[in-house]
């Protein structure tokens, strides 16, 4: 179920899982399985378990950029940790849902999907060492949320491209009548989230949390998104914006222009209606 604005752009979608319900059903059993062996093997920091997000084992994947970074690069993990993220992202049923999650998006926004997949192939042929998730995926990098209890607090990730959107996907045994359900702040609303769940939110943009699950169930998450410093570091040239400009490079809109460019990459109902 899209969500529209004002204008008639689609601003979030409420996808839901694909039509092969048995097999999915099994993809979500099989994701938790692998989550809770990684949670079982990777040797997480305190700052892993307890962060702005919540307090929950969680950590990240990918190609990123910002937060002292000088150049966009793989994220650092020890040896032992690596072997834990290898084992998830090679996971067939996780695969499943990254694949999902980046179709999804290219059929609700495709401009925006194409603006993605463009930055990210601009990113690995100028920089071979950068290794992408998944091969045939648009996101630049994904979190990991393993449980038991997923429930996060209200935030935003302020690092996410503002305009984009992070593909989120809910995990686990628990009633979606009763809880883990995705609260949106600004818009007052609450949404039921069901494990297996797909919900594409501009997660820049909107304040989001969700609620705890009852004693006994199990949640996890696994989100796909991409930090904005990447597309800005593609924009000025594969350099950070202070060396494009001191060498005389002028960007191509200013911060008014770059959001309505941004604004524009959604799509229009009208738009999804005739497809």
């Not at 999907?113 to 091969?135: C, G, I, V, W």
Request: proline share 5%; glycine share 10%.
């Amino acid at each position: 179920m899209p969500l529209v604005d004002a204008h008639d752009r689609v601003f979030m979608v409420l996808v839901g899982s694909p039509a092969d319900e048995k097999g999915w059903s099994q993809v979500n059993m099989d994701v938790q399985a692998a989550f809770e062996e990684a949670r079982e093997q990777y040797q997480f920091t305190a700052k892993q378990v307890d962060h702005r997000r919540g307090a929950f084992p969680a950590f990240a994947a990918g190609i990123s950029y910002g937060g002292g970074q000088k150049h966009p690069q793989n994220l650092v993990h020890t040896a032992r940790n690596m072997a834990v993220i290898k084992c998830l992202l090679d996971n067939q049923a996780l695969r499943r849902v990254a694949g999902f999650g980046d179709a999804s998006m290219k059929l609700f926004a495709p401009r925006l999907h194409t603006y993605y997949q463009e930055t990210m192939s601009s990113l690995t042929a100028r920089d071979p060492t950068l290794k992408p998730n998944f091969s045939n995926g648009a996101f630049a990098s994904a979190t990991f949320n393993l449980g038991p209890q997923v429930s996060t607090y209200p935030h935003v990730d302020h690092l996410n491209l503002p305009t984009g959107w992070c593909a989120i996907t809910a995990f686990g045994d628990f009633n979606p009548q009763d809880g883990g359900h995705l609260i949106l702040w600004e818009l007052g609303i609450m949404i039921e989230f069901p494990p297996g769940a797909l919900i594409l939110l501009p997660s820049a943009m909107l304040c989001h949390s969700n609620t705890t699950v009852a004693p006994g169930e199990h949640r996890y998450s696994f989100t796909q998104y991409s930090a904005g410093g990447l597309f800005r570091w593609v924009e000025c040239e594969h350099s950070t914006q202070a060396a494009f400009l001191a060498k005389g490079g002028r960007l191509a809109v200013d911060g008014r222009g770059r959001w309505s460019k941004g604004i524009e990459m959604f799509s229009k109902w009208g738009e999804l209606c005739l497809m």
